[in-house]
């Protein structure tokens, strides 16, 4: 009954945080057991009881900031001194400039509304076809929930109960792995459909990009070094780059108005408060999923299928990828971390950090597939193309990073090589 109940209100569009909380109430009552409901409340609010969240609304926070000061702008004109002529620079420009928002938003979301408003229309004036400047863009985005700091990583590591900073290590070099396998097929479209060659900056020009986008760049250097460096947590990180992100736009850039800033507190607050709610309402889902021994009865199913660890991450892909395209990233994390993580651990042996980056990019993927496709969406009404036209350019990014969480399933050391 309360499966039936999860599935009819998740398809008829209910909001997912109320599909959580009211499917855990609804088998506290099934069950019988209602001296459950004296711990309900105390579950719900103890799951927002983590310092860790915390960084969510920074990060949100620091994203606004940046687009509000043009630093965005400022990172694209930077990435843009790195090529001369090539052809298809621009969309190496799109790649490179998301790689280093990703460092600074750490939500695929939030990076594809930016960067395509500012890529996309660049991208046509110069003669490249508008779906494929907005399915480039989007697969840029892809980039933002593994490059640290990223939101996903800080809602595992606080499910998890592990370190945040280490698991912000573990995604580099997924992410640079993607990275270049985007680069890759840019490369290889270019040379099959004549992509138009890069406009060559004057050395006068790629000086002045440097020289204006360095303040710009001090953003992400501040936030990413305090956290390798063992100076700050990731929380305290995104504090002080939200910080430097003000200090920039106003005095830099001189971009920041103070009187805007009403209105974007009120989008922090309201994005911030949708993804709490869903940690608040999964923590009471995972309490009840656990009180059932769901997690033990997975193991046991999951054992007679495979003992093997390799084996068991490609199905656990199987799986995220046919989750990602029904449920949001974030909301499908929380709800099957309590879940699959014990398995993995117990049975299988898989270090944590591990399956916390291959689920993490699995999610992503969902971002960007039908029917659900949340970023795939914001990217069609940012850039006025149909989803449908988007989806076509965009399948060889999606089959790279199909490519690369395989690879990482199959060598656990390009995660786990960097952590103390």
Same mark, same amino acid.
């Given at each position: 009954m309360v499966i039936g109940l999860f599935v009819v209100m998740l398809f008829i569009g209910v909001p997912i945080a109320l599909v959580l909380a009211v499917s855990a109430m609804v088998y506290i009552q099934a069950s019988g057991n209602g001296v459950l409901f004296l711990s309900y409340p105390q579950q719900f609010f103890g799951g927002l009881d983590n310092y860790g969240l915390l960084a969510i609304p920074l990060f949100m926070l620091v994203g606004e900031l940046m687009n509000e000061g043009g630093i965005t702008r400022r990172l694209v004109a930077f990435a843009s001194v790195f090529l001369?002529?090539?052809?298809?620079? /621009? #969309?190496? &420009?799109?790649?490179? !400039? %998301?790689?280093? /928002? #990703?460092? &600074?938003?750490?939500? !695929? %979301?939030?990076?594809? #509304?930016?960067?395509?408003?500012?890529?996309?229309?660049?991208?046509?004036?110069?003669?490249?076809?508008?779906?494929?400047?907005?399915?480039?863009?989007?697969?840029?985005?892809?980039?933002a929930p593994v490059i640290p700091p990223s939101m996903l990583f800080v809602i595992f590591g606080v499910l998890a109960q592990i370190s945040i900073g280490d698991l912000f290590i573990a995604g580099i070099v997924p992410g640079l792995l993607m990275a270049g396998g985007f680069i890759l097929v840019i490369a290889l479209l270019g040379f099959f459909y004549q992509y138009p060659p890069n406009e060559r900056l004057s050395r006068a020009q790629m000086l002045r990009n440097v020289i204006g986008s360095l303040p710009s760049l001090s953003v992400p250097a501040v936030m990413i070094g305090s956290i390798v460096g063992g100076i700050a947590t990731p929380t305290e990180a995104a504090a002080v780059g939200a910080a430097m992100a003000v200090l920039v736009g106003r005095f830099a850039h001189g971009e920041m108005k103070f009187e805007r800033m009403g209105d974007m507190l009120l989008r922090v607050g309201i994005n911030s408060g949708v993804v709490l709610a869903l940690v608040a309402a999964a923590a009471v889902f995972g309490w009840v999923i656990v009180y059932e021994q769901v997690p033990q009865q997975l193991g046991a199913l999951m054992q007679s299928m495979t003992t093997d660890p390799f084996i068991y991450m490609l199905l656990l892909i199987a799986l995220l990828l046919a989750v990602g395209m029904v449920i949001d990233g974030i909301a499908a994390l929380i709800l099957l971390v309590p879940i699959v993580l014990p398995v993995a651990q117990s049975v299988y042996g898989i270090n944590p950090y591990h399956l916390g980056v291959i689920m993490c990019i699995n999610l992503t993927l969902g971002l960007l597939t039908p029917p659900v496709g949340a970023a795939l969406y914001v990217a069609s009404r940012v850039t006025g193309c149909r989803p449908g036209d988007i989806m076509r350019p965009l399948l060889p990014f999606l089959l790279v990073t199909l490519l690369v969480m395989v690879l990482i399933a199959w060598q656990p050391g390009l995660v786990t090589a960097f952590i103390s």
């Open positions: 001369g002529s090539v052809r298809g620079g /621009l #969309a190496y &420009i799109n790649i490179l !400039a %998301n790689m280093m /928002l #990703a460092s &600074i938003v750490g939500s !695929a %979301n939030a990076q594809v #509304a930016v960067m395509a408003q500012v890529m996309v229309p660049e991208m046509q004036q110069k003669g490249y076809d508008r779906n494929f400047a907005t399915a480039t863009t989007a697969a840029g985005a892809l980039l």
